[in-house]
């Protein structure tokens, strides 16, 4: 009999947000795991929440899941928690456990302190990366919890020609464009400033043409693997990250990315070329990025991520978990 899972994630079902958890669960669905899914509307106001307890629980009742699977911590894995007695597997992202500057203090450290506690109850814990594991605060949560790092849907983010690609953006052909994610629910931890300095760094060393280009949150998903193949580049100065989804893309897409040390980072570019780790400073980064732009080709990074992240290997570690879980 096929495994039941429901798969909670935050946010409306019809909006853009958590876009790497929905992707997820249609890898789990391909494997044949049956899976329901809750979009928790609200994670900060009471009424709201106490209206999702009574919609979640009857989603459990009608779906009859044998597990539940929270997609990031904070509210929605408390929530999860609280509101069900069947085994829960909680997938923390970033900052639900790392430090969230734009959160304000009290929000900061009442979000970490929920994460933490639905440590306690989860019968199985999967970490993005293993930075992120290590801020689990009781041993036996980090004990029990696994690193599993997501895979790409290589079939969505596909190559093609950057000229095609800039054709459609309507992008002048010798302009030279770095990429910068800016969305997420910490922006102010990516560092756009530090991104903008770099910047102006490497276009005083290039003395040409470079445009940052900032993906805000309300570009389409569909629309970045065509921005991926356009860009000569993705830079990436986050103070603090779990596993960052837009590394892989642009590994998908070829893109080389300049990166200071954060999140897995490091282990994701280890081995593609042309890309860099250096140091948080702007004229590192700058250097780094017109050391990439002078000559502009794009990297081996899909062929990174089919040797080192494939599909089937991260279902297969996420049903250990469920197994685990189960048991």
Not at 115 to 142: D, P, T, Y
């Amino acid at each position: 009999m096929a495994l039941r899972v429901l798969y909670v994630i935050p946010g409306e079902e019809e909006g853009p947000s958590f876009v790497f958890a929905r992707r997820q669960v249609d890898a789990m669905i391909r494997s044949g795991v049956q899976a329901a899914r809750f979009f928790l509307r609200s994670r900060t106001s009471p009424v709201m929440l106490l209206a999702e307890r009574k919609r979640f629980r009857a989603g459990v009742q009608s779906f009859k899941p044998d597990l539940v699977h929270a997609h990031f911590g904070s509210v929605t894995a408390l929530f999860c928690a609280l509101c069900t007695s069947k085994p829960l597997v909680v997938t923390y992202r970033g900052s639900d456990l790392n430090p969230s500057p734009g959160d304000g203090l009290v929000r900061h450290l009442l979000g970490h302190l929920l994460s933490q506690l639905a440590a306690l109850r989860a019968s199985g814990i999967i970490c993005v990366s293993e930075q992120l594991k290590s801020r689990l605060w009781w041993g036996r949560s980090g004990a029990r919890a696994a690193v599993i790092t997501e895979s790409m849907d290589l079939g969505l983010f596909r190559i093609m020609p950057r000229e095609l690609a800039r054709q459609e953006l309507a992008w002048a052909a010798s302009e030279k464009v770095v990429l910068f994610n800016y969305a997420g629910r910490a922006p102010k931890g990516k560092r756009l400033d530090l991104a903008q300095a770099a910047v102006a760094c490497a276009r005083e060393r290039t003395q040409e043409p470079l445009r940052l280009e900032v993906l805000d949150g309300r570009t389409q998903p569909d629309r970045i693997p065509l921005l991926l193949n356009a860009a000569d580049c993705l830079l990436v100065t986050s103070d603090y990250e779990g596993s960052p989804t837009i590394v892989k893309e642009a590994l998908a897409c070829n893109l080389p990315v300049v990166s200071v040390e954060a999140g897995d980072v490091p282990e994701r570019i280890r081995h593609v070329q042309p890309s860099c780790i250096v140091r948080r400073d702007p004229e590192a980064l700058g250097e780094a990025l017109a050391g990439i732009l002078a000559h502009p080709v794009r990297s081996n990074g899909r062929e990174i991520l089919e040797r080192e992240l494939p599909e089937s290997q991260m279902v297969e570690q996420i049903l250990g978990v469920y197994r685990r879980a189960l048991a």
